[in-house]
């Protein structure tokens, strides 16, 4: 599920929440009162739950599961500190509901005793509960349009967002506040097996049968080391001539060189290939096939934008 909450009820009274801003009030769409509600919630108003003594948000992330702890030390760890630990019953979860009543939590579909509710990515927006606190990846900060309404929604209902982008360690001199939490590379791992798949489907429907149709999509693998092997058999199609019977090559794109542009890499590199730079590509486009290997580029920040004074434009 793309929505796998662990809910958690503290045992302490939450922090003062801010008020939503009433509907007649609120800007349409994304305006200066929502994303200040959502910046203040997911950064600042965090450190309210963490003990005086100990300022760093790093802690209950950790005691979360979200750096490196195992399931079972994570909700041990929570519950020896007193916090009741509450699990959404899943049968699609990696985590079964049995190793999670095991290590100390509660298994339950009720998550109104819960004060706050924590997941993955956003929620549906008919299942959100007033006057809660919930912890996701919200996809509102930057202001995105698709996700306007899930957010009015938060507002509407008094709940406290608290979201991930935007909980970071304290700032150090001269240096941007790292973030605590961020996509890692098997987002880019997963995304690629889907990207080949997807490609393969996308070539039979112009009447074009490719060695892409052979990977199957990430979530039917049965583990990492499985799917890679797919892929492997899906290159020795390729250099065997998988790919004749298409006049153009096939290019594949990462943009920047984060922790999901190295997970997809990392798949893609598993195919014959040839990395390329940007100026290389104009020449390789004009290359009419066989072509028994696939062409990969990283595209860098000045790949892609330029500065309005270097004559990119008003």
């Not at 899943?90 to 998550?111: C, H, P, T």
């Not at 001539?241 to 153009?248: A, F, I």
Request: hydrophobic letters at 40%.
């Amino acid at each position: 599920q793309s929505w796998i909450p662990s809910l958690f009820a503290l045992p302490r009274a939450p922090p003062a929440r801010p008020q939503a801003t009433s509907p007649q009030h609120r800007p349409e769409g994304f305006g200066t009162n929502a994303l200040t509600l959502a910046k203040s919630c997911t950064q600042d108003r965090f450190e309210t739950f963490l003990d005086k003594n100990d300022r760093n948000p790093g802690r209950m992330l950790q005691q979360m599961g979200a750096s490196g702890s195992t399931l079972s030390e994570s909700v041990q760890q929570l519950v020896g500190d007193g916090i009741k630990v509450v699990v959404e019953p899943s049968k699609s979860r990696i985590f079964s509901d049995e190793e999670y009543k095991k290590a100390g939590a509660q298994v339950s579909s009720d998550l109104s005793p819960c004060d706050l509710i924590v997941g993955v990515k956003q929620p549906d927006q008919e299942r959100l509960l007033p006057d809660k606190m919930y912890m996701f990846f919200s996809h509102v900060i930057k202001g995105q349009v698709e996700n306007s309404k899930l957010l009015a929604r938060i507002l509407d209902l008094n709940i406290t967002l608290f979201d991930y982008e935007c909980i970071k360690e304290p700032k150090s001199q001269n240096q941007k506040a790292p973030r605590l939490v961020a996509f890692g590379k098997f987002a880019g791992i997963a995304g690629m097996i889907n990207t080949f798949q997807g490609l393969g489907q996308k070539f039979l429907a112009h009447g074009i049968s490719t060695p892409f149709l052979l990977c199957p999509p990430a979530h039917m693998h049965f583990d990492l080391e499985a799917a890679k092997r797919t892929i492997k058999s899906m290159g020795h199609a390729i250099a065997l001539g998988g790919l004749d019977n298409l006049e153009v090559p096939v290019v594949f794109a990462f943009t920047g060189k984060g922790n999901v542009s190295r997970g997809a890499q990392e798949i893609f590199r598993i195919l014959p290939h040839e990395m390329l730079s940007v100026s290389d590509l104009p020449a390789v486009w004009k290359k009419r096939g066989p072509h028994r290997k696939v062409y990969g580029v990283v595209v860098k920040d000045e790949d892609m934008v330029q500065l309005v004074s270097a004559g990119g434009g008003g």
